[in-house]
């Protein structure tokens, strides 16, 4: 089975440090320990290379931009690259690539799936998702919110390296982490006036520079806010990194919000949340909030706790549970731990993947997509 990835903008310095763009890279590392796997991108040096796992990733120089929007480069070669592909797999349903690659998979009768990161734009007056054989979500809520048919919907989830983000025993944790991009919705502005005194908030992660006002003035906000309390920015961490940032962390918190401090409302705000799988690998106790898809991955009261968002009282009183008592927080982090081995790894969102690509690969498989 020959599978090809596409995705609208490379993960890292290259492109954008999202959980959007970190997702086709990670699931494609993993499915290429069963298939023939590639993953294309976008960026300014064209070229093929194998990552450090191994995986094939050929990145397109664009002609252009859609819109002038980085998620949608146009770039003839996408069609070449499709070439020989039993499935193609694109992510962001409504960048331009997707669009590009799911017009020629349908006139060469390749099997088509998508995977949607929240992006959003016009469907082609339904004719977008109609095109589609089937739709692999990241979550239920997922699903729901963007109105894919249940009928060719398969809730694959997403995951974490249980090798690369695990917990070191006998190691000492301290503070509070953040890990994701620095926008408003993220909550990181409610989080910093809810840190308990004498207690240390790392937050890592980017935002700012390739954003409008007034979010590209955020960070800013967030320097301001966190004068004369216990916080570091070390900015964007590197991939090696990651996994010492989350087994030496005592909490992590996620504390998203559907209306930002600017006033702007958020239909979606969190798809699944990678950074919180990660921490549930490294052993370590999850705050988030209450809304989206985290109630699917975060189990209350088990393997951390859920808020309301934006209340920054109750994210200070269970931030400061959970620093006080620590035999809660290591049976809190055993237990996210235990959940996602359980469910949420790489390797078994791969195999729901691969499960839905033999399905239209049988014989008399029927697609549901025109």
């Not at 390296?161 to 982490?177: I, M, T």
């Not at 927080?329 to 469910?343: Q, T």
Request: net charge positive.
């Amino acid at each position: 089975m020959r599978i090809v990835h596409v995705a609208p903008t490379p993960f890292g310095a290259a492109g954008l440090f999202g959980g959007g763009e970190r997702y086709p890279v990670e699931l494609v590392r993993a499915l290429a320990r069963h298939a023939d796997v590639d993953l294309v991108a976008f960026g300014p040096r064209a070229g093929v290379v194998r990552d450090p796992s191994g995986v094939r990733v050929r990145t397109l120089r664009p002609v252009g931009y859609g819109r002038g929007h980085p998620v949608h480069p146009l770039a003839p070669q996408l069609l070449w690259a499709l070439d020989r592909a039993d499935v193609v797999h694109t992510h962001h349903t409504r960048s331009a690539p997707s669009r590009v690659a799911a017009l020629a998979a349908r006139l060469r009768g390749q099997r088509l799936v998508t995977t949607d990161h929240g992006l959003g734009g016009g469907g082609w007056l339904g004719l977008l998702p109609a095109l589609f054989d089937r739709f692999l979500t990241v979550s239920r809520f997922s699903a729901d919110v963007l109105g894919v048919p249940a009928d060719r919907t398969r809730v694959v989830y997403g995951g974490a390296d249980p090798q690369r983000f695990a917990p070191e025993p006998g190691l000492s944790r301290d503070g509070v982490l953040f890990v994701g991009r620095l926008t408003p919705h993220k909550g990181v502005d409610r989080l910093i006036p809810a840190l308990p005194e004498g207690a240390r908030l790392t937050v890592a992660g980017t935002g700012g520079h390739d954003a409008r006002p007034p979010e590209r003035d955020y960070p800013l906000l967030l320097r301001r806010l966190a004068r004369g309390r216990d916080v570091v920015f070390p900015g964007a961490v590197a991939e090696s990194a990651l996994p010492g940032l989350h087994r030496g962390a005592a909490v992590f918190v996620l504390p998203t919000v559907k209306q930002d401090c600017y006033g702007r409302r958020f239909a979606i705000s969190e798809l699944l949340g990678l950074s919180v799988l990660e921490a549930m690998a490294s052993g370590t106790p999850v705050i988030a909030s209450r809304l989206d898809a985290l109630p699917e991955v975060v189990r209350d009261g088990e393997t951390g706790f859920l808020v309301t968002p934006g209340d920054v009282d109750e994210l200070r009183d269970r931030i400061a549970q959970l620093l006080g008592d620590r035999a809660l927080a290591a049976r809190m982090g055993r237990n996210g731990r235990e959940l996602l081995l359980a469910r949420f790894t790489w390797d078994a969102c791969a195999q729901r993947c691969l499960a839905a690509y033999e399905e239209l690969l049988a014989p008399g498989a029927h697609t549901g997509a025109v």
